[in-house]
């Protein structure tokens, strides 16, 4: 494909008028919007006046004035129809790890009679850093297995099935549908991981049978730098399960200041100490460039994407990368990864030419898909650069990987 | 005395200046920074960078190239002079409550053959949440004592005595080392919440022999509404305690994605998720507020602050309202608090006529003196306003009330 058959393509987007709501840097093929959303246009006036007319001329008076106490559940809201849930049923919260770790503890202890927590061997770190420290804190067993797996190791001792939806690396997704179900005729309860997926790919959280999940606002929901984070508990599930997390947000009447913790009803239990109305203002900001847009559209752009990214990379430079994930779009989400000897060498010389995607140790580089906001040209100007690098013949020269693997 | 006589003690402060670090709003008197901090100056131009020139420009790189990584420990070294410790014993993170459950079950952890939590049953109700529902999940009773039988109730089987160094009612103060002394001798860790204290008193918390502490970024030290908060682990504990909260912005090497947790070094393993960098800028301009300050003044000016107000008050209206706190300076915190029995409707006129403090259930009228930026003229002046609503004969007429009393 030419530069100019990729434009033609971009002409033809249905997604192509949102890139305007973002502010992205000249110059530069910015592939990595799956570890750090790009900056909406309206963000910095949002959190500007937030600070300046709400914090500064209004300070106490506005979280009732400016109506902070509901920001959680107000930019929540936004969720429902991106991941497919109802409002009452999701809230802002903290960072996913600290979310995982609620909602992990909680669902333990109400499976008391189960003692083992399945996961992914491979699941993302932090997902297993939290599940290990739980598991200590509980007294439970991790079954840890390789992700085909899973359906096989949810027994009747299972309490939980906690798995990232999108692997981080191959950008390989789990069939939801099928694994909450497996949990579910287990008498299991399922947790899911959505920080590589919501916002890229199709969920249907209540239609897939999904107990509990955690996201990320800082990925494709571009919340700016460690953004809170989103957890979902279905609403049959939310008499039974308690974080032990308590704090006074999360308490019936936070400020009736009684000595004993009454959780919320619904959702709010969820929240803990008080949250940070400038990072929510970022992540409601974030949120609403997806206003108005069908996520049907964001998942058919994401497969697109990647899948020209694919073919053009292979056809350019096919005999010196090797495909790192599925290569059927459905069973993908909306990153690529190639595996290639010299990774971050590679990596660091896409950046160079200003094509930026990220490198995953040992041997990978990946590049994200942002549907809102990345093209078709890029995709081709990406693979373009790429192909022109490893076809380059000083890859076989020591002295070239010293120039490129500056840290 | 008289606003002139106010007027001249102002010309007289030495922490004078400092009012012109912040952006308060005109015709008010803000008697609530002990709720939420006054907005800095900076913060809004500061912010703002941190969005359009970090984030939107140079996006995930700015990681390393401004070094957000490191935020974490770079803000919290701002808070070693103001509460008397070392750099590598604060970390910025999470919530205040999210922070005392960390060190908490930490604490517990560290103290296996010991099951009893010590409290004050009047400590702050967050504190109380955070302390029941870590209890449970571990499998501890919780002694709730009155204030004055702290030191009685330490025996051989508590692990942990958790105590909120300034009382949010009343201001009334603990004598750190008095507690900390019978702690120790007793073989218990103490926790201490520096919420009410922490940026308004003197702390020492090295020379008064602090095991653990958290406080809030969003009082004293203007951060911002629910800004990130603090956490400090005495250097010598650091290696036997281990945040049951394990993230991968806590592991020993967070990039290296190994699937086991390995907790970092020193402060850094309290860290769980990624924190919020935008949250993190703001708080780093209100700890800058400190700048070139040091504690003793503030401290003073804090005694002298609130000693004028308590005098001037109880001269104008003794008669109507009962000081509802300590008397002497040096047993309480920066803020003061008195009873009357139509508080809420007391303090609503207050706040019509441009004196904003606090009003806590169930009769408490509260004000709160910043040093860095209350005057001796803003305390007089409230002091007068109070004066004037209580001695105003309406007080009998229930009309009044009802009109005073707007939700």
Chains 1, 2 share one sequence.
């Not at 004035?65 to 559940?73: K, M, S, T, V």
């Not at 503890?105 to 420290?133: H, K, W």
């Not at 979902?232 to 200041?257: I, R, T, Y």
């Not at 994401?302 to 990214?309: G, H, N, P, V, Y």
């Amino acid at each position: 494909m030419t530069p100019h058959d990729a434009r033609a393509l971009d002409r033809g987007d249905p997604l192509a008028f949102a890139k305007d709501r973002f502010r992205l840097p000249a110059g530069k093929t910015y592939l990595d919007g799956n570890s750090l959303g790009a900056l909406p246009v309206a963000t910095a006036v949002r959190v500007g006046e937030t600070i300046r007319h709400q914090w500064g001329d209004d300070l106490i008076a506005s979280w009732t004035g400016h109506d902070w106490i509901e920001a959680p559940f107000r930019v929540a809201a936004k969720l429902a129809p991106i991941v497919g849930a109802r409002d009452g049923e999701l809230l802002i919260a903290d960072s996913t790890s600290v979310c995982l770790f609620k909602l992990l503890t909680a669902a333990v202890r109400a499976r008391p009679d189960r003692r083992v927590i399945v996961t992914d061997a491979a699941n993302f770190p932090t997902d297993l850093y939290v599940i290990e420290g739980a598991a200590s804190l509980l007294g439970c067993e991790v079954r840890r297995v390789p992700a085909g797996g899973i359906a096989d190791a949810i027994d009747a001792d299972v309490a939980v099935v906690t798995l990232t939806h999108v692997d981080y690396r191959s950008g390989a997704k789990y069939d939801m549908a099928a694994v909450n179900a497996a949990a579910k005729a287990a008498g299991a309860l399922t947790l899911w991981d959505l920080s590589h997926s919501a916002g890229a790919v199709e969920l249907d959280l209540n239609g897939s049978g999904c107990d509990l999940a955690v996201g990320c606002g800082y990925k494709y929901f571009n919340g700016g730098p460690g953004a809170p984070a989103f957890l979902f508990v279905a609403e049959e599930l939310q008499k039974e399960l308690h974080s032990p997390l308590q704090g006074w947000m999360g308490h019936a009447d936070p400020f009736a200041f009684s000595a004993s913790y009454q959780p919320a009803d619904g959702i709010g239990q969820y929240l803990t100490g008080t949250p940070s109305v400038l990072a929510l203002a970022a992540l409601d900001c974030g949120l609403d460039t997806f206003s108005g847009i069908l996520m049907s559209a964001v998942a058919a752009k994401s497969r697109a994407l990647s899948q020209l990214f694919i073919e053009e990379v292979e056809r350019g430079c096919g005999d010196k990368v090797e495909l790192a994930g599925p290569r059927e779009p459905d069973a993908r989400g909306s990153h690529v990864s190639f595996a290639h000897p010299h990774g971050y060498a590679v990596m660091q010389a896409l950046i160079d030419g200003g094509v930026i995607g990220d490198f995953r140790a040992p041997n990978l580089i990946r590049f994200g898909f942002a549907p809102l906001y990345n093209s078709y040209a890029e995709v081709v100007r990406a693979a373009e650069l790429l192909t022109e690098i490893l076809n380059s013949a000083s890859w076989d020269q020591p002295r070239f990987h010293a120039r490129l693997k500056v840290t």
